[in-house]
T-cell receptor, first 112, second 113 residues
């Protein structure tokens, strides 16, 4: 069953704590992406990776960090430096020779 | 700033009404265009895409979109909506030089049965 999995579906944290969101894909895609979705703002790109051990900042990278040690995995850490971390986070993957992206089910993070 | 604009944030229609959702982008040159849909509780999924060729593209579930280069537009249409089309719709663009998607703010469509 091919696809993208994100876990957990819901995550609650206290302010000041770092939290890591998981994203795994078995589509054999080279590229992976993290987006943040807020009501009325669409999806905004946080980080992306075109290949293992390489990643680039997107439009709103401040307060986030990523790693890409394996092709299948692209975890996102929301650090305590992120001013407004409560949001819906979506992971996506795609081939580097294709413009299509496939999305996971998302993780809703609430920080209080 | 380069961007993607969706004109309506909320649209309410009765079943069988026709739908047109506007999308304009501000990138010059070659672009790739997409409409994604997010049904309640489901993954974001691709509705249709335009890369080149015929500017009228057909997607899933009876949706279509027309690329008008001179107007920098890629409007989504459906002749007759159903209650099951209730969802949030996102227009997205990749400028020709890369595969980073830039999304519009989204349009929430509610279809009344």
């Amino acid at each position: 069953d091919g696809g993208i999995t994100q876990s957990p579906k819901y995550l609650f944290r206290k302010e000041g704590q770092n939290v890591t969101l998981s994203c795994e894909q078995n589509l054999n895609h080279d590229a992976m992406y993290w987006y943040r979705q807020d009501p009325g703002q669409g999806l905004r790109l946080i980080y992306y990776s075109q290949i293992v051990n390489d990643f680039q900042k997107g439009d709103i990278a401040e307060g986030y960090s990523v790693s890409r040690e394996k092709k299948e995995s692209f975890p996102l850490t929301v650090t305590s430096a992120q001013k407004n971390p409560t949001a819906f986070y979506l992971c996506a993957s795609g081939g580097t020779d294709s413009y299509e992206q496939y999305f996971g089910p998302g993780t809703r993070l609430t920080v209080t | 700033a380069q961007s993607v604009s969706q004109h309506n944030h909320h649209v309410i229609l009765s079943e069988a009404a026709s739908l047109e959702l506007g999308c304009n982008y501000s990138y010059g040159g070659t672009v790739n265009l997409f409409w994604y849909v997010q049904y309640p509780g489901q993954h974001l999924q691709l509705l249709l895409k335009y890369f080149s060729g015929d500017p009228l593209v057909k997607g899933i579930k009876g949706f279509e979109a027309e690329f008008i280069k001179s107007k920098f537009s890629f409007n989504l249409r459906k002749p007759s909506v159903q209650w099951s089309d209730t969802a949030e719709y996102f227009c997205a663009v990749t400028p020709g030089y890369g595969n980073k998607l830039v999304f519009g703010a989204g349009t929430i469509l509610r279809v009344k049965s």
